[in-house]
C-alpha cells in the first residue's frame, strides 16, 4: 500500500500540463488568487491556494498539494472501510478514478473527503458527516449533493424500496429533465450550462458506465446476507448503488450535468466489488471473479485513456521537461 501511494502521487504531483482543464483553468487560477481575484471561486479552494502562496509563488505546487490530499483521503478510505484495500487500490488506480482527478482538481478532493463520510455516517457521527461534507462543499460546492443521500447510510430498507427508489430517480430523471434544469438554475444558475453542453456525451456509449450500471443494480436487487463487516455495512452501500444506477442510467441518454453527478456516486464501487466478491463461498470461483473484474477494469482503462484519451492525460509530461 506505502509503495503504491508512492507512485500515484508522484506522477499526479509532477504532471504538467497533463489534463484538458490544467492550463486553462487551475494553473492561471492560482496566480489569479495570489493577486486577490477570487470572484466565483470556493472559499475553501481559496484559502488551500492562499496557503500555498505563502510558501511559494510556483503554481505547480498547487498540483502537488492537492494531489497528496486527494490521493491520501482516498487511500484512508481504502484502508478503513474496505474489505480489500488492495483491490480497491487497483479499482481506483484502473477504474478511471485517478487518472479523472487529473482533471477534476476540486471536485476530486471533494468527492475524496465525501468518501471518508461512510465511516462517519456508518458510526452515527452525524456531525462529523455534515462538518465533512460542508468542507467537500468549500472545494466544490456540487458536493452538497451528498445530503441527498445521508439518510440511506444509515436507515435499512427492503430489497423492493432500494428498487423503487432506483426506478423513481430513473423516471424523474429520464421524464423531467427541464424541471430538474430549472431547479439547479435557481439554486446554483453557474451549472445551468450543464444542461445545453454536449461535453461527455460519449458516456452514453461508454463501456465502463455499462457495465457499472449492470453491476450496480444486480448489487442493488440481491439480498445482502452477513457480509463479514456486518449488515449495515452491506445496506449503506446498496442503498448508495441504488441512487449511483440512477444517476448512472440518466447519464447516458441525458445532460451533462448527470455525468458530473456520477463522480460522486461511482466510487461507492470501490467498496462495493469487493464486498460482493467476498461473498462468493468458492475460493477458485472467488480468485477467478476477482481476476475477471480485473481484466474488465484493464479492458475499459484502455478504451477510455489510451484509445479515446479521456481528460487529456495522454501523453503524460513532467515537469522535468518544463
Known amino acids: 500500500m506505502t509503495v503504491s501511494f508512492a507512485v500515484l502521487f508522484l506522477i499526479a504531483a509532477l504532471r504538467y500540463g497533463v489534463g484538458t482543464d490544467y492550463w486553462p483553468r ?4 492560482f496566480e489569479q488568487i495570489q493577486q486577490g481575484d477570487v470572484e466565483g471561486q470556493e472559499i475553501g479552494y481559496v484559502l488551500l491556494n492562499k496557503a500555498v502562496g505563502l510558501i511559494t509563488d510556483d503554481y505547480q505546487w498547487i498540483f502537488v498539494v492537492t494531489s497528496f490530499l486527494t490521493i491520501a483521503l482516498f487511500y484512508r478510505f481504502f484502508l478503513r472501510m474496505s474489505i480489500n484495500p488492495a483491490l480497491s487500490v487497483f ?30 455516517a456508518l458510526r452515527k457521527k452525524h456531525l462529523a458527516f455534515v462538518l465533512a461534507t460542508l468542507l ?39 421524464l423531467v429533465p427541464q424541471i430538474v434544469s430549472r431547479l439547479v438554475e435557481q439554486v446554483a444558475p453557474q451549472y445551468g450550462w450543464y444542461f445545453d453542453s454536449n461535453y461527455g456525451v460519449t458516456r452514453s456509449i461508454h463501456p ?115
Request: charged share 10%; no cysteine.
Open 26 to 29: 487551475y494553473a492561471p487560477l
Open 208 to 322: 465502463a458506465v455499462v457495465a457499472v450500471s449492470v453491476a450496480a443494480f444486480v448489487f442493488t436487487v440481491i439480498k445482502v446476507g452477513k457480509a463479514g463487516r456486518g449488515d449495515r455495512y452491506a445496506d449503506a452501500l446498496v442503498n448508495v448503488l441504488a441512487v449511483s444506477t440512477a444517476v448512472l442510467v440518466a447519464t447516458t441518454t441525458i445532460a451533462y450535468l448527470f455525468s458530473r453527478l456520477v463522480y460522486y456516486f461511482a466510487p461507492t464501487e470501490l467498496l462495493a466489488v469487493p464486498l460482493a466478491l467476498s461473498l462468493v463461498r468458492g475460493r477458485l470461483a472467488r480468485h477467478l471473479l476477482i481476476v475477471a473484474f480485473m481484466s474488465a477494469y484493464m479492458t475499459s482503462f484502455v478504451f477510455q485513456f489510451l484509445v479515446w484519451n479521456a481528460h487529456g492525460v495522454l501523453p503524460y509530461d513532467s515537469i522535468f521537461s518544463r
Open 91 to 120: 479499482i481506483y488506480a484502473f477504474g478511471g478514478f485517478y487518472l479523472e482527478d487529473f482533471n477534476l482538481v476540486k471536485q476530486g478532493l471533494a468527492i475524496a473527503i465525501l468518501v471518508n463520510t461512510f465511516e462517519f
Open 136 to 174: 467537500a462543499a468549500s472545494f466544490h460546492e456540487s458536493a452538497l449533493v451528498w445530503f441527498a443521500v445521508w439518510p440511506l447510510m444509515w436507515i435499512r430498507v427492503s430489497r423492493a424500496t432500494r428498487i423503487a427508489i432506483a426506478l423513481a430517480m430513473i423516471g424523474v430523471v429520464l
